[in-house]
């Protein structure tokens, strides 16, 4: 059974950056797709970033592209989100989630990610 475990959110000004980490325990970490997904108040949960079990291909959203890195660490066991130039529109709480089955190409489809995190907040400030 995974664990996983988010970090790195908090309130931030327009324009800054944060680095979020999701820590994971239990399974083979390098096996799996990783996905980082966000929900703002009101809204349905959305995908921001994946990123294949072999690191070779990652997805954005249009809405972060060229803003925000999805990268992991396997021998840490740790994907990372890091989130440049943010804007207000970025405030949610954001998930991340391990594909459903091994050697996943990372494809951005969310019924393909299981295993979800606590969630961390991020709030940006205009």
């Known amino acids: 059974q995974v664990q996983l475990v988010e970090s790195g959110g908090g309130l931030v000004q327009a324009g800054g950056s944060l680095r979020l980490s999701c820590a994971a325990s239990?399974?083979?970490?390098?096996?799996?797709?990783m996905g980082w997904f966000r929900q703002a108040p009101g809204k349905e949960r959305e995908f921001v970033a994946t990123?294949?079990?072999?690191?070779?291909?990652?997805y954005y959203a249009d809405s972060v592209k060229g803003r925000f890195t999805v990268s992991r660490d396997n021998a840490a066991n740790t994907v990372y989100l890091q989130m440049n130039n943010l804007k207000p529109e970025d405030t949610a709480v954001y998930y991340c989630a391990r594909s459903q089955t091994v050697y996943y190409d990372g494809s951005p489809q969310l019924r393909r990610f299981g295993s979800w995190g606590q969630g961390t907040q991020v709030t940006v400030s205009s």
């Open positions: 239990g399974g083979t970490f390098s096996r799996y797709a």
């Open positions: 990123l294949s079990w072999s690191g070779e291909r990652s």
